[in-house]
């Protein structure tokens, strides 16, 4: 059993920054994959970004390419998300997960078995 924590969201202005962590209980973090994904109103929920287990391998959805930035610390049971020049279809709230399996397949939610409660960013004008 996992229980994923996040924090860090809120109120910015476009163009502004942000870092999300998510905290995870339990000794076996470092061997789940790691990701993030958003859901806006009325949307569904999609992958924002991934991590493997030791963090040499991350993916990235072409919408936050060269902005956001994911990292995590096994040793502190964290997972990161560090957004850069955040505009407006960025606000969505945010859910850190992890899961096991082939991390090709990470960008899917069908993929994750623990999900955090979310935290909303919002994004304004």
């Known amino acids: 059993q996992v229980q994923l924590v996040e924090s860090g969201g809120g109120l910015v202005q476009a163009g502004g920054s942000l870092r999300l962590s998510c905290a995870a209980s339990g000794r076996t973090f470092s061997s789940y994959v790691a990701g993030w994904f958003r859901q806006a109103p009325g949307k569904e929920r999609v992958c924002v970004a991934t991590?493997?287990?030791?963090?040499?391998?991350?993916y990235y959805a072409d919408s936050v390419k060269g902005r956001f930035t994911i990292a995590r610390d096994n040793a502190e049971n964290t997972v990161y998300l560090q957004m850069n020049s955040l505009k407006l279809e960025d606000t969505a709230v945010y859910y850190c997960a992890t899961g096991t399996g082939t991390f090709g397949l990470s960008y899917a939610p069908a993929y994750y078995d623990y999900w955090g409660q979310g935290t909303q960013v919002t994004v304004s004008s």
């Open positions: 991590i493997n287990q030791s963090g040499g391998r991350t």
